[in-house]
Every structure is written in C-alpha cells, then in structure tokens.
T-cell receptor
Framework: DAGVIQSPRHEVTEMGQEVTLRCKPI?????LFWYRQTMMRGLELLIY????????DSGMPEDRFSAKMPNASFSTLKIQPSEPRDSAVYFC???????????????FGSGTRLTVV | LAKTTQPISMDSYEGQEVNITCSHNNIATNDYITWYQQFPSQGPRFIIQ???TKVTNEVASLFIPADRKSSTLSLPRVSLSDTAVYYCLVVLYNQGGKLIFGQGTELSVKP
C-alpha cells in the first residue's frame, strides 16, 4: 500500500496565480480530508468528503478556495487567485469512516508545501 | 464541540515512561478519543484510539477513566526518535468522525 499520495511536494508560485494541489487516497477509503498547517494557526480542517460528496466545507477560508473529488481515487484543492497568506503545508488524509463516526484512524499524506511570493 | 486541553510541551529522558494527559470535558456519548504523532515535515500519524478504560498497542497505551473527561497517553521507555508533537483529539461521531486538531504537546526526549 503506497499510502496517501500528494503532489506536488513543493510548490512556489507568484501571487495571483492559480494553484492546484492533488491527492490520491488509499484504495478502499471512503472519506477524504484536506487540512492546512501553519505555525500561527496549527492544523485546520478545510473540507471533507464522504463517498466523493463534500460533507462539510465550513473550514474553507474563502471563495478563492475550492475542492473537488471527481472519483474515489482523486481529489484536488484549488486556490485561485493565490495570495502570500495562503503559504502553508496542505495535507490530505483518508479513512474508512462511513460518515457515521466509525472510529477508524486517518492516514495522512506527506503534504504539499506551498509558498506564494 | 468537544475541545481538548493538553500541555504545550514536555521534556523527558531516554528510557523513561512518558504520560501526557488531555482533558475533554465536553465529550459526547458516542465520541472516541484518539492520539496522533507528528514529526517535522511529515503528516500526523495515528497512534491509538479508545472509548473507555484501557487500550494498548505496540506503540502506546491509552487510559480513559469512567467519566471520560480526560485521557492519558502513555509511551513506555521513550527514545530520541519519540521527539515529536502529540495531539489529543476527540473523534466527532455525529459529524462524520471528523478530527479537529488543537495545539498538541511538543515532547522533547533528551539523551
């Protein structure tokens, strides 16, 4: 099992550009989560999907952020336009949670370090 | 929303047992308690999870008293490689099992 795969590992972009982060969850996992980590705010949950459907996007900071999960094996987090304050490490995680709180552990990817200059 | 409170930092020495206590006064009946470990430049890693009493695996033990308002993660005989941030979280049963991370406890293990 290759685990949760995120790409790219590092991304440097200029302010105003579109950024797309990608995630491949573990096969068979039906819940997917996007987190953002900064020194100031720690780990923040941005959005999560269950069976490819967005369940809770209350953590998405603003309309510049959008996330999709077109199928069970792929998700994207897009920032358009990007701003310097979006600089952070973005993590994707997946689990076998059924949406009813089944307490299985999350598996996190290695993250994408985004720098917006 | 069940908020967790844990020490910001702890120091220990190699070979010692480390106990990190977390309070979660507002935990709901169906919620679970879970702990994660995070090393620098890596994603958090699941350590252990429990509902009540005691749970043990190859890495740690988790003690949860009957009232479930607190829990203690026990790491036996720590080594330098256990230096990391440890997060105590409540798995929100009625919100699809989502995890809300707090600030965590930064454990430093010294030789």
């Amino acid at each position: 099992d290759a685990g949760v795969i995120q790409s790219p590992r590092h991304e440097v972009t200029e302010m105003g550009q579109e950024v797309t982060l990608r995630c491949k969850p573990i096969s068979g996992h039906n819940s997917l989560f996007w987190y953002r980590q900064t020194m100031m705010r720690g780990l923040e949950l941005l959005i999560y999907f269950n069976n490819n459907v967005p369940i809770d996007d209350s953590g998405m900071p603003e309309d510049r952020f959008s996330a999709k999960m077109p199928n069970a094996s792929f998700s994207t987090l897009k920032i358009q336009p990007s701003e310097p304050r979006d600089s952070a490490v973005y993590f994707c995680a997946s689990s076998t949670g059924s949406g009813t709180g089944t307490p299985y552990g999350y598996t996190f990817g290695s993250g994408t370090r985004l720098t917006v200059v | 929303l069940a908020k967790t409170t844990q020490p910001i930092s702890m120091d220990s020495y190699e070979g010692q047992e480390v106990n990190i206590t977390c309070s979660h006064n507002n935990i709901a009946t169906n919620d679970y308690i879970t702990w994660y470990q995070q090393f620098p430049s890596q994603g958090p890693r699941f350590i252990i999870q429990g509902y009540k009493t005691k749970v043990t695996n190859e890495v740690a033990s988790l003690f949860i008293p009957a009232d479930r308002k607190s829990s203690t993660l026990s790491l036996p005989r720590v080594s330098l490689s256990d230096t990391a941030v440890y997060y105590c979280l409540v798995v929100l049963y009625n919100q699809g099992g989502k995890l809300i991370f707090g600030q965590g406890t930064e454990l430093s293990v010294k030789p």
